[in-house]
């Protein structure tokens, strides 16, 4: 079989990795030309454990190739982003279209169009299938169209790909056929085929699930805040119910999932979805509760920012609320950033990020912020104080103050 995937990022790399290596040909299609040029030479752009070793084999046995341009397959699958709408919230589903038109040229009798993509409830049926019945196909007939979303975490991309359930969404139920016997090259989980609608509210619903339950330990952050009550505690001890899993606060809620996708059901009936918005505004306000506490710590001086990704261990910081609490107190503040995990000429390393800083900002849970040089920190700084908005830290030297989610009332 042979395989294009529109998109080479987070999760259209790692798929093609994982059809090369289930015997299939694959054409990886993107529109950044040093991209292309680096993967065809097995140069990586993301990281993610497994994927680079699957690619450069790929390569040498000729069954991936990178490309500005689509070519005829037997599959094609859409994975480029989603952005959402400021002013109204709604999915921009103008990369996605545009993909589609790309492969137009390409497309025979008898193919499969995949949309991974996360996009609106009703996508699919109201904007993607009419691009291709404009072209004269009969979706379900002589072209398959189906919705599959990506469920997977990063750091565990190629272990999740292969191992979570899949949901098939078909515009047709012959459609979701096609697309299963597509995923079936290597997708171990259990196929569940159902209609694109659904398939798209589900995705959607995933990650809202999520960012409700974050933004409910958020709100309980600011509660215990205001009337002098260690939060860290009170989530602990209700976790010991056998029924309750509080998650656990932080600066804000990123990735390209979690920030963006509740908005897209909130678009689609903005008079209903009161929970699903007030979720989002809540986790939207916590660089500002960030910055009002990191003030009321210190009021001027040097802050060494630790952490910019979204989530710990990764180099992906799309949609970080660590940028937005930067932009915030950049205006104050000289500030300076340190992240392992982020390839930028701006950033610092541990020890010139802390030298002469009056406050440690911990904005991602990076495994090397959990246990850090300490004498390192006393040496660099003057007074050495952390605020740790990820309540990784567990134990500093008597000499270091140590701000978290837990004793903010006592500032």
Do not use: W
């Amino acid at each position: 079989m042979k395989i294009c995937i529109l998109g080479q990022g987070y999760i259209g790399l790692p798929t093609a990795a994982l059809f090369s290596l289930n015997h299939c040909e694959v054409i990886g299609v993107d529109i950044f030309e040093d991209m292309i040029n680096n993967l065809n030479k097995g140069i990586i752009h993301i990281e993610e454990p497994g994927i680079s070793k699957i690619i450069k084999k790929a390569i040498e046995s000729n069954v991936y190739r990178a490309s500005l341009i689509p070519e005829k397959a037997d599959a094609f699958i859409i994975t480029v982003p989603t952005p959402y709408i400021v002013e109204n919230y709604s999915c921009d589903l103008s990369y996605v279209t545009t993909a589609c038109k790309s492969i137009l040229p390409y497309i025979e009798k008898g193919n499969t169009v995949i949309i991974e993509s996360t996009i609106a409830p009703m996508s699919t049926d109201d904007v993607i299938k009419p691009i291709f019945e404009n072209a004269g196909f009969i979706i379900g007939e002589d072209l398959f169209l189906a919705h599959c979303p990506e469920r997977v975490i990063p750091g565990k991309i190629i272990d999740e790909l292969i191992h979570n359930d899949r949901i098939i969404g078909g515009v047709t139920p012959k459609c979701a056929v096609k697309a299963s016997e597509v995923y079936d090259q290597f997708v171990e989980g259990e196929l569940i085929l159902t209609e694109a609608k659904t398939a798209e509210l589900s995705k959607c619903m995933e990650n809202t699930f999520r960012d409700v339950n974050i933004a409910l330990a958020n709100e309980l952050t600011k509660i215990c805040t205001e009337i002098g009550v260690n939060v860290l505690d009170v989530i602990e001890m209700a976790n010991k119910h056998p029924r309750v899993n509080l998650h656990s606060p932080g600066p804000g809620v990123g990735g390209h999932c979690l920030a963006i996708d509740p908005y897209f059901i909130y678009a689609k009936a903005p008079k209903t979805a009161h929970i699903i918005k007030l979720a989002r505004d809540t986790n939207k306000s916590m660089p500002d509760f960030v910055c009002e506490n990191v003030e009321k710590i210190i009021s001027k001086g040097k802050i060494a920012i630790l952490g910019v990704s979204y989530k710990g261990n990764i180099g992906d910081d799309r949609e970080s609320p660590s940028y937005e609490i930067i932009a915030k107190l950049c205006s104050k503040y000289e500030i300076s950033i340190h992240d392992p995990h982020i390839d930028n000429p701006n950033f610092v390393s541990l020890g010139t990020a802390v030298n002469g800083a009056d406050l440690i900002l911990v904005l991602c849970d990076h495994n090397e912020f959990k246990n850090m040089d300490y004498d390192l920190i006393k040496d660099k700084m003057e007074k050495a104080i952390i605020f740790d908005t990820k309540n990784i830290i567990k134990e500093v030297p008597d000499d270091i103050k140590l701000f978290n989610y837990g004793n903010l009332y006592s500032i």
